[in-house]
Structures are given as structure tokens and as C-alpha cells.
């Protein structure tokens, strides 16, 4: 009778190995989802490499765009101002 003794050893010496990386894989990817594809991890939807407005440049631009009238564009320049 013949008994096959090969490399039953190796495997159990392999297998956590396995599960360090299959583990490893798993937390990257967990934290990869948290924090984004920038890594930043603010939720703000920025890219890496663009820059985030400034109160007054949004402000700006929805005066220029219409979307505040004069009136509202003055009192929320005063309250920047203010801060």
C-alpha cells in the first residue's frame, strides 16, 4: 500500500499565511471604501489636486450666475466680512 506523505506539511504551514493576506486584502479594502479614492477621508467630494472654494468665491459666483439677487449679495458680504 502506498501512502502519499508529500507535501501535507506544506500546506498546513501555508494556510495562515493565506489568511494573513486574504485578512490584509479585506481591512485595505474596508478602509479603502471609508476614506475614498483621494484617502483624505472628508466626505467633501474633492479630488486630489483641486481646490476647495472659499466662502467668497462661492459667493461670487452665485451672484454671477443669478442665482442671488444684489440685495442678498451685499447682506451675505457683510456677514463674511463680519467672520
Known sequence: M???DGAGWAWM?????????LLGLV???VIHLVRGPSGTG?????????????PQE????????G???ADAYSE???RLAEH
Request: net charge positive.
Open 58 to 65: 462661492i459667493l461670487d459666483r452665485r451672484f454671477a450666475s
Open 2 to 4: 502506498m501512502y502519499w
Open 67 to 69: 442665482e442671488i439677487d
Open 27 to 29: 481591512v485595505w479594502a
Open 13 to 21: 504551514a501555508f494556510m495562515p499565511l493565506v489568511w494573513i493576506v
Open 42 to 54: 472628508s466626505g467633501t467630494g474633492t479630488r486630489e489636486g483641486e481646490r476647495r472654494e472659499s
Open 76 to 78: 451675505a458680504k457683510k
